[in-house]
């Protein structure tokens, strides 16, 4: 079992940074790959990123690619997503994500999921 706590959303100007934290309860936190998912009014849930469990290795949607960072520390059970450069796409209810299994973009093979965390992006 493991419980997810995102934190780190807010409102920020266009073009501002955030760093999202997710902290982890579990004693098998590094045996997990985790993700980042993101959800806007009205859509599905996407893919953000990820960072697999055995190597560290880590997977990007396109379109956030260069702008965001994936990263964690096993011994603080704590995964960590840098935005860079906020847009207006960017806005959402950003979810913290684990998995068993290797890195997925899929929402469905996450076993596990935090409350969220807003992001709001001004103009």
């Known amino acids: 079992q493991v419980q997810l706590v995102e934190s780190g959303g807010g409102l920020v100007q266009a073009g501002g940074s955030l760093r999202l934290s997710c902290a982890a309860s579990?004693?098998?936190?590094?045996?997990?790959?985790m993700g980042w998912f993101r959800q806007a009014p009205g859509k599905e849930r996407e893919f953000v990123a990820s960072?697999?469990?055995?190597?560290?290795?880590?997977l990007y949607k396109e379109s956030v690619k260069g702008r965001c960072t994936i990263s964690r520390d096993n011994a603080k059970k704590m995964v960590w997503l840098q935005i860079l450069g906020l847009k207006p796409e960017d806005p959402a209810v950003y979810y913290c994500?684990?998995?068993?299994?290797?890195?997925?973009?899929?929402?469905?093979?996450?076993?596990?999921w935090g409350q969220g965390t807003q992001i709001t992006v001004s103009s």
């Open positions: 579990g004693r098998t936190f590094s045996a997990y790959t």
């Open positions: 960072i697999n469990w055995s190597d560290s290795s880590t």
């Open positions: 994500a684990a998995t068993r299994g290797e890195r997925t973009t899929v929402p469905r093979r996450y076993d596990y």
